[in-house]
């Protein structure tokens, strides 16, 4: 009975060694565990950060993008009316140009008469100067 006494007890002091290389096991691998849980926590909080440096970029970036669209409708709204300027511009000019030969013509004509007006006012003063 002793005999198995002691193979009972040799048997169990053999579990309580493999257990204690279990549990020596698990401590590693929870260590191992926790050392990865917390440089995936540092990770996250990185990502999170980057995350709303991204979302900062982005409200700025849609600002600028809403600015540039109004600028471009305003250039548009501008081209339009520079465009139905332009298309006036040959009636335009074709009138000035009519309303510059007309005015080429009265000035040729005033300094026509112009020079009359002259001849005569020298001969009055020629007139004059012999009385």
Same mark, same amino acid.
């Given at each position: 009975?002793?005999? *198995? %006494? ?22 590693? +691998?929870? +260590?191992?565990? %926790?050392? @990865?849980?917390?440089? =995936?926590?540092?990770?996250? @909080? @990185? =990502? ?13 970036? +849609? ?11 305003? &250039? /548009?709204?501008?081209?339009? *009316? ?6 006036? %511009?040959?009636?335009?000019?074709e009138?000035?140009?009519l309303? @510059?030969?007309? %005015?080429?013509? +009265? ?7 112009? &020079?009359? =007006? ?8 020629t007139? /004059?100067?012999?009385?």
């Amino acid at each position: 009975m002793l005999r *198995g %006494l002691e193979t009972c007890k040799h048997g169990l002091e053999e579990g309580i060694r493999r257990i204690r290389e279990d549990n020596e096991g698990l401590y590693v +691998a929870n +260590a191992s565990f %926790l050392i @990865s849980e917390g440089k =995936l926590r540092v990770g996250l @909080s @990185s =990502l999170n950060v980057m995350n709303g440096k991204l979302e900062i970029e982005y409200d700025v970036h +849609a600002t600028q993008s809403m600015t540039l669209e109004r600028e471009i409708h305003r &250039l /548009r709204e501008e081209t339009k *009316g520079l465009n139905k300027c332009y298309q006036e %511009l040959p009636s335009q000019t074709e009138s000035v140009s009519l309303n @510059s030969k007309d %005015l080429v013509t +009265a000035v040729k004509d005033l300094q026509t008469e112009n &020079l009359k =007006l002259k001849e005569i006012d020298k001969v009055i003063n020629t007139n /004059r100067k012999l009385r």
